[in-house]
């Protein structure tokens, strides 16, 4: 009993010498009970009048005002963190999902959701800074409306603010000798300033992701974390949870079937057979992906012909329009199941390597066909004698991202409500399907990279995508609710998140900013339309803009920063050598730091 | 709200539902009445998970011993079990509710119980005697770092560390 007093006594010392926030953690962190924690509490504070009562003197008024201060910042950004919540849209909807399904599928909303915030936060800077402006220097639009436009793009919208082409490259000023805006200088920072945005956010949330779920030093994490650490307690239905638990029975017997198995010894025939039959069905599905580029490519230079030769805005050269984004939404419909039954006639170590090939078959299959598209827009219709290409690379993409969402919903009805429907009355075995959170995740990438691209070219794209984004939330909720079970395998979630993260990053976000990239530097802007009509290219608006800032003496700092940091070479060359030493060292650390674990391992044991 | 994890907001709904858990007589003061266990039992939250009476009764300070929790105990609960509560916090108390016999450690008969709770009670989800067996020795193989034949507490939390899902499962909210 004096024992447990003493430790009291040096405990209440210390937490009254911590400052308030961090008494507040660590009485917060103790596992003990609301009771215990208010006495330690009370003890703690009664310290604290203690010794303030000694040192009232010499406490200047400095510190009060200081100590005031943060006490009402600390309220204020509670009662603001209160307020934030009430804004939580979908809360109670994804708690139900997470109740049903699970944590795993949880993921894929939580990742629509993030992907949206992504689009909102554009469509408003673009709205405000592009937009605004241009409705106040606007031209007529002589155009007529048929209903047709919201599928093509092309028609009425061709002129209006959605694209391109119908920025001016004016400076804006309604007063005379007011101030002006210069809607060159404002479209180009607007969408460099977004990009540049973005890439630290996605930069900062995948390194927080990495490093919360990578903390793996052995190799393999082994039966008993999966064992003690996935019951997931969010799952609150009957039935979700004798269906989880079933499932976990089952993977465990399966696991341990596995683990007693003897280690078979392939013949070297068997093996051989097994290594022709994954190298076979790699060139099956490396040829496809090449075969469906092909048919792309040769589609989408016959559309250019045909728009190029007549401007003929009847009903045939529209449908024609179409064709292009309908294939390839065809293509990226069908190709992953021939890619997934490709992966059942292999035999694979794990159903986890299983996974991890399709998915890599997937992405390749659309990184190429994304990359074919860029290579035509990029170098065919620019190129071409069209009026305006970029309002015609706006419209390409505007077709796009419609077809594929309407594919998207169209899936989601054959593939789950059909589905369903088959499964439960025609042919009973095949049950109730499942949620195949790997493709629809992919889909949303792409549909993000096709957002980002079309940013360029067309201002108000992200708005279209808010809206395709809310509708396939809502109608995946509803199917996911009426039509679907919870996933049979313990799938990765936390892994799983990282990986979807690093993949909007790596070759999504990135390939956006090469090609965003090679259209600002290289490309020349079209003459007759667009905020850079006449220029040599969009970036020599940002030169001409610095020649005349060196004009004057006030922003010489601007141009020094512009010449000796932005625009020179030796300033990124350094930049670069001193990243690669830090990241150099940080890995010797860790290295280091996992030769200390092993030894400390050693010596728990010992 | 300062000696929970809780928001205000949250800890408002959670007088909501505990108030509404007690009979009409009781609710003025619910902040010092105690729920038993059977009502606890039947919020939706708790209603279905396999380990509701290893909650109650690790989060209950009842003197009597029948489980039954106060306000105090039910806002213990949700805090360490809210979103914002550490990974420590939550792998203490995993570790006390998996602790069946409570001595501290989880020995084999602590995990043989917890392996049923987690596979049901349904016949053709149980794990066979050599199954079970084989279960434990492999998770006793991997986690018993001093090799007692019982996992404690800080071998508990170290596998828990290593798996990043658990502070995203251990998880419920109102």
Redesign the interface.
């Known amino acids: 009993f004096f024992h447990g007093f003493y430790a009291e006594e040096t405990l209440v010392g210390n937490l009254a010498s911590m400052s308030t926030s961090e008494r507040i953690k660590a009485i917060q962190k103790m596992p003990e009970t609301m009771k215990k924690k208010r006495e330690i509490r009370n003890k703690v504070l009664k310290e604290i009048t203690k010794k303030s009562r000694h040192r009232s003197t010499q406490l200047c008024c400095c510190t009060q005002c200081l100590q005031g201060i943060a006490v009402s910042f600390r309220r204020f950004g509670n009662s603001l963190s209160e307020y934030f919540h009430l804004l939580q849209l979908q809360y109670k909807t994804l708690k139900v999902i997470g109740a049903e399904f699970g944590t795993s599928v949880l993921s894929y909303f939580i990742f629509l959701k993030w992907l949206l915030t992504f689009n909102i936060f554009s469509f408003l800077i673009n709205f405000g800074f592009l937009t605004i402006p241009q409705f106040l220097a606007a031209e007529p639009n002589n155009l007529s409306f048929t209903g047709l436009e919201l599928l093509t793009g092309a028609g009425y919208f061709q002129q209006t603010v959605l694209y391109y082409g119908f920025y001016t490259n004016a400076t804006i000023s309604k007063i005379k000798n007011g101030p002006s805006y210069n809607m060159q200088l404002a479209y180009i920072f607007t969408v460099g300033l977004y990009f540049v945005i973005c890439f630290l956010i996605l930069l900062f949330s995948m390194a927080k992701s990495f490093c919360r779920n990578f903390i793996n030093p052995q190799a393999h994490s082994g039966n008993a974390s999966k064992l003690l650490c996935t019951w997931d307690f969010n799952i609150t239905n009957e039935k979700a949870v004798k269906l989880k638990q079933k499932n976990l029975s089952t993977q465990i017997k399966e696991d341990l079937f596995e683990v007693n198995r003897e280690v078979l010894s392939f013949s070297v025939r068997e093996r051989v057979v097994c290594i022709a039959v994954h190298f076979a069905s790699w060139v099956a599905s490396l040829g496809t992906a090449l075969a469906a580029c092909a048919g792309v490519y040769f589609l989408s230079t016959n559309n250019l012909k045909l728009f190029v030769k007549g401007h003929r805005n009847d009903l045939e050269s529209q449908a024609a329009m179409l064709v292009l984004p309908v294939v390839t939404s065809l293509l990226n419909a069908f190709i992953p199941f021939f890619y997934s039954w490709l992966g059942r006639l292999e035999r694979f170590h794990t159903p986890g390597q299983h996974i991890y090939v399709t998915i890599a078959r997937n992405i390749i299959l659309k990184i190429s066909i994304v990359g074919i598209l860029c290579y035509y827009w990029l170098n065919i219709v620019a190129a071409s004698e069209s009026q305006c290409w970029e309002t015609l690379v706006g419209q390409d993409i505007y077709r796009l991202i419609v077809v594929d969402f309407l594919f998207c919903l169209l899936g989601s009805f054959f593939g789950e409500f059909l589905r369903r429907i088959i499964g439960t009355t025609v042919c009973v075995n095949l049950g109730l399907p499942e949620f195949d959170i790997g493709r629809n995740v992919l889909d949303l990438i792409y549909a993000q990279t096709l957002t980002w691209i079309g940013i360029l070219f067309s201002p108000l794209m992200p708005g279209i995508q808010i809206i395709a984004f809310s509708i396939v939330f809502c109608v995946k909720k509803v199917s996911l609710m009426k039509n679907c079970q919870p996933p049979r395998k313990v799938w990765r979630t936390a892994q799983m998140t990282t990986s979807f993260m690093f993949l909007l990053f790596f070759p999504s976000f990135l390939g956006v900013l090469s090609v965003i990239g090679v259209t600002v530097w290289r490309l020349k802007p079209s003459d007759e339309c667009g905020p850079f009509r006449g220029l040599s290219s969009m970036y020599a608006a940002v030169s001409e803009w610095i020649e005349i800032l060196e004009n004057y003496t006030a922003s010489k700092w601007v141009v020094w920063i512009y010449h000796n940091l932005i625009t020179s070479e030796l300033f990124f060359f350094i930049l670069s050598t001193s990243i690669l030493i830090i990241a150099y060292l940080y890995w010797q650390i860790i290295e280091g730091r996992k030769i200390m674990i092993k030894h400390l391992h050693k010596q728990i044991i010992n | 709200q300062?000696?929970?994890?809780l928001?205000?907001?949250e800890i408002l709904l959670a007088y909501k539902r505990f108030s509404e858990l007690l009979p009409k007589e009781q609710r003025e003061n619910a902040c010092s009445a105690r729920v038993p266990k059977s009502r606890i039992l039947t919020l939706?939250?708790l209603?279905?998970?396999?380990?509701q009476h290893r909650i109650c009764h690790v989060f209950s300070?009842s003197d009597d011993g029948d489980d039954s929790m106060s306000f105090?105990?039910f806002?213990?609960m949700l805090?360490v079990?809210s979103d914002s509560a550490?990974s420590?916090?939550k792998s203490?108390?995993?570790f006390r509710i998996?602790d069946f016999d409570d001595d501290g450690t989880l020995d084999r008969k602590d995990l043989e119980k917890?392996?049923n709770c987690?596979?049901?009670q349904?016949e053709?989800?149980?794990?066979s005697g050599a199954?079970m067996e084989?279960?434990i020795q492999?998770?006793l193989e991997?986690?018993d770092?001093?090799?007692d034949g019982t996992i404690n507490m800080s071998e508990?939390q170290h596998?828990?560390?290593?798996?990043?899902?658990?502070a995203?499962?251990?998880?419920?909210?109102l």
Do not use: C, M, W
């Not at chain 2, 209603?47 to 380990?51: G, K, L």
């Open positions: 300062e000696l929970t994890f928001s205000k907001q939706p939250e209603r279905a998970n396999p380990f300070t105090e105990d806002l213990d805090s079990f550490t420590d916090i203490h108390y995993a998996f917890l392996v987690l596979t049901g349904g053709e989800s149980r794990l199954e084989q279960l492999n998770i991997e986690s770092i001093d090799k508990f596998v828990v560390s290593r798996s990043p899902d658990f995203s499962s251990f998880k419920i909210v």
